[in-house]
């Protein structure tokens, strides 16, 4: 793989379809053998609070592709995928010099219609669901225990979904409401999947020392098909809370491997006066990047067992 030293802030493939995401850019081809598939690159942007940062983190998309890559393979008995080939040379099209760019940062994946429902699982009490419910007793209508802190443990996992805005602020949601977006069988089934997924998740993930507090889960349906697929990113640092188990500690913020660092970053910058929550973002400075691929990296070995290349 190789050496990142510079953030991959965009790509422009020859390839037809191009959208951008916050950090994703996506591309449409048609492999050898005639499926559909999408190109789904993973930038180095730095995504936060829903804006994009000026600037981003060399390397971040190869670790958030090979968690999800890793994920994909061991959840393949588990829930049916989008997940194809994470090989530039699948693609075609494309010159030696972009599939070396592409490498470690690409999926393949099967074409589905996103379900515009975030998929959200928390097993602990922690950022909005824990704004919630200091207001309200209750997390997206479901009503929790009285006495809870920051970074309670929830007896048992909740499923809370969440708008899917292509811009600006996703936001919680009852399941009621889920259910009149996209019917409510489907909500089931995706209620279903998103619980089994997490649980699989944070029992692998606790023997390793690793508390995954909640995660966001985005589903699709493939074309003539009636039952969905995981698609989109899987328990990354992006998508994802990971605490250090061995530094849990209820009634405060945690230590975290996640993107809480950057936006523990930000917050000091808006109680500072010096940004508000809109775009543009700032420009994060060098130590911040430099720290945040190693949470990152650190995310990476603690569930897989190995070290990354980057």
């Given at each position: 793989?190789?050496?990142?030293?510079?953030?991959?802030?965009?790509?422009?493939?020859?390839?037809?379809?191009?959208?951008?995401?916050?950090?994703?850019?996506?591309?449409?081809?048609?492999?050898?053998?005639?499926?559909?598939?999408?190109?789904?690159?993973?930038?180095?942007?730095?995504?936060?609070?829903?804006?994009?940062?000026?600037?981003?983190?060399?390397?971040?998309?190869?670790?958030?592709?090979?968690?999800?890559?890793?994920?994909?393979?061991?959840?393949?008995?588990?829930?049916?995928?989008?997940?194809?080939?994470?090989?530039?040379?699948?693609?075609?099209?494309?010159?030696?010099?972009?599939?070396?760019?592409?490498?470690?940062?690409?999926?393949?994946?099967?074409?589905?219609?996103?379900?515009?429902?975030?998929?959200?699982?928390?097993?602990?009490?922690?950022?909005?669901?824990?704004?919630?419910?200091?207001?309200?007793?209750?997390?997206?209508?479901?009503t929790l225990p009285a006495g809870l802190v920051n970074s309670s443990r929830l007896d048992q996992p909740?499923?809370?979904?969440?708008?899917?805005?292509?811009?600006?602020?996703?936001?919680?949601?009852?399941?009621?409401?889920?259910?009149?977006?996209?019917?409510?069988?489907?909500?089931?089934?995706?209620?279903?999947?998103s619980l089994r997924i997490y649980g699989e998740a944070r029992d692998y993930a606790a023997a390793r020392?690793?508390?995954?507090?909640?995660?966001?889960?985005?589903?699709?349906?493939?074309?003539?098909?009636?039952?969905?697929?995981?698609?989109?990113?899987?328990?990354?640092?992006?998508?994802?809370?990971?605490?250090?188990?061995?530094?849990?500690?209820?009634?405060?913020?945690?230590?975290?491997?996640?993107?809480?660092?950057?936006?523990?970053?930000?917050?000091?910058?808006?109680?500072?006066?010096?940004?508000?929550?809109?775009?543009?973002?700032?420009?994060?400075?060098?130590?911040?990047?430099?720290?945040?691929?190693?949470?990152?990296?650190?995310?990476?070995?603690?569930?897989?067992?190995?070290?990354?290349?980057?």
């Open positions: 793989m190789r050496r990142t030293t510079d953030a991959l802030m965009r790509t422009a493939l020859p390839l037809p379809g191009r959208r951008q995401g916050k950090v994703r850019d996506i591309y449409e081809t048609t492999l050898a053998d005639g499926t559909e598939a999408l190109v789904i690159v993973a930038s180095d942007r730095v995504s936060a609070f829903d804006v994009v940062m000026a600037n981003g983190v060399p390397g971040k998309g190869v670790v958030l592709t090979q968690i999800s890559r890793f994920w994909f393979e061991r959840f393949s008995g588990l829930v049916p995928h989008h997940l194809i080939s994470t090989d530039p040379a699948d693609i075609p099209g494309l010159g030696d010099e972009q599939r070396a760019l592409l490498r470690g940062r690409v999926m393949i994946g099967r074409k589905a219609a996103v379900v515009p429902v975030e998929c959200i699982v928390r097993g602990y009490l922690s950022g909005s669901g824990y704004k919630d419910y200091r207001k309200s007793g209750a997390v997206c209508g479901i909740i499923f809370t979904p969440s708008t899917k805005a292509e811009s600006g602020h996703d936001e919680n949601i009852s399941f009621d409401e889920a259910c009149m977006l996209v019917g409510e069988g489907l909500m089931r089934t995706l209620r279903e999947l020392g690793i508390i995954i507090a909640d995660t966001k889960l985005e589903f699709g349906i493939p074309p003539g098909a009636d039952a969905p697929i995981l698609i989109d990113e899987v328990l990354t640092p992006d998508s994802s809370r990971f605490w250090p188990a061995a530094d849990y500690q209820p009634g405060r913020e945690q230590n975290s491997l996640d993107k809480q660092y950057i936006r523990n970053y930000l917050e000091t910058l808006v109680a500072a006066g010096k940004w508000d929550k809109t775009p543009p973002g700032p420009t994060l400075p060098g130590e911040v990047v430099t720290r945040t691929l190693e949470i990152y990296r650190q995310a990476y070995r603690a569930l897989t067992g190995r070290d990354l290349e980057l």
